[in-house]
Every structure is written in structure tokens, then in C-alpha cells.
């Protein structure tokens, strides 16, 4: 068993103690909260409702354990682009997979920034 991130503790979007994603969002509206997602099933349900807008929304992985937090450009359902550019919080360089990344075993909760706020479902 790998080691857990102390700091979120399950704290990620959940259904059935959130209630529905939009309510969910409208307390985690990138102000006063960031909303925190975890793994692909989470990534695909924003996308699929039109939540993450390409060429404008980020994801954050969230380590939090003395590894750099890494951000990401949405560009699409299967293609994420590292955010190389930022200095202290760089992405893996270059297109990627959200899909692979956020199915890893150790990939951390992450946090969605600059969300649509009025989403059109794909």
C-alpha cells in the first residue's frame, strides 16, 4: 500500500457527500475554494459537460509532499499540455495523456482552475 496524501484525506468531489457537481461547484468556484477532482472519471465527467474549456482551463496536480505541484493546459478529451514555463510549478514538459496521467497509482488529487461557467454538454 503506497503512501497516502495527509493533507486532502478523501477530501476530493464525491457525489454522494457533495450532492450534484454543480452545487458542488457553485462552493468550489475557484474564488473562495479551487474544486478538487480525483483520477480520469473525473477529468472525462468535466469534459463530457462541457466544464473544462480547451485552451483556457488548467489542472493541478496537487503532491503536496515536497514534489512540485505540476500544471497542465487543457486542449482536449485525451491531450493535456505541460506547463513547462512556470518556474515553480511546472508541468511535465510537452502534450500529454490526461487519461494516462490521472490513472497512475500514485497520482494525487488534482484541482481544476478556470473552469466554463456556463457549460455546454459534449
Known sequence: MGRQN????????????????????ETH???????????WKHY????DRGYLEPGMSVIRLMWNDGREDE???????????GMSELQAHAGREGTQDPKRILSEKNCPPWEAHSLNREPTPR
Open 71 to 81: 500544471h497542465f493546459l487543457v486542449m482536449g478529451v485525451r491531450e493535456i499540455e
Open 44 to 47: 472525462e465527467m468535466l469534459w
Open 29 to 39: 468556484d475557484g474564488r473562495t475554494s479551487f474544486p478538487l477532482f480525483k483520477g
Open 6 to 25: 495527509m493533507f486532502f484525506g478523501g477530501g476530493q468531489y464525491n457525489p454522494k457527500t457533495n450532492g450534484p457537481l454543480e452545487r458542488y461547484l
